[in-house]
């Protein structure tokens, strides 16, 4: 079991993966889990990087630079299960099946466009 630590009240936690010399630190935050490299050997400094970490997620969370947004994976796994029911089998199976090629990414969506709000609307409805 690989040595862990804990700071700011269980909140962030301070760990040595197996094979590396550096301290790493995660956090449950804003609905992600959320890890990094404090780059450091030192135990005593890297708690103190981990929670200047965590103060500065704390900031940017208050100033509106971390967004809570779907990635284009889970629109478009959304997207794919309705599929059939939007059409209503009126496409070719070879193009509904490109769809799971083409429906691929983890970007994030920042912006729905109007089929996607009317699609979202129709199966919410049913």
């Keep these: 079991m690989p040595e862990q630590h ?14 590396s010399s550096f301290w790493q630190c995660s956090s449950y935050f804003a609905g992600k ?10 135990l005593s400094k890297a708690k103190d ?5 965590y ?3 704390c900031g940017k969370l208050r100033a509106g630079e971390i967004k809570n947004e ?11 299960r309705e599929y059939d029911i939007i059409t209503q089998g009126q496409r070719n199976k070879r193009y509904v ?13 920042q912006y729905k466009t109007a ?12």
């Design 33 to 42: 889990n959320r890890r990094t490299s404090t780059k450091e050997e030192s």
């Design 6 to 19: 804990t700071i700011l009240g269980g909140k962030v936690y301070v760990y040595k993966r197996p094979n």
């Design 55 to 57: 103060l500065q997620l």
């Design 115 to 126: 089929a996607l709000k009317y699609d979202e609307h129709h199966v919410l409805r049913d």
């Design 70 to 80: 779907k990635t284009f994976g889970e629109v478009s796994e959304h997207y794919l």
């Design 97 to 109: 099946d490109g769809q799971h090629w083409r429906c691929r990414g983890r970007r994030q969506i």
């Design 49 to 53: 990087i981990a929670e200047d970490w």
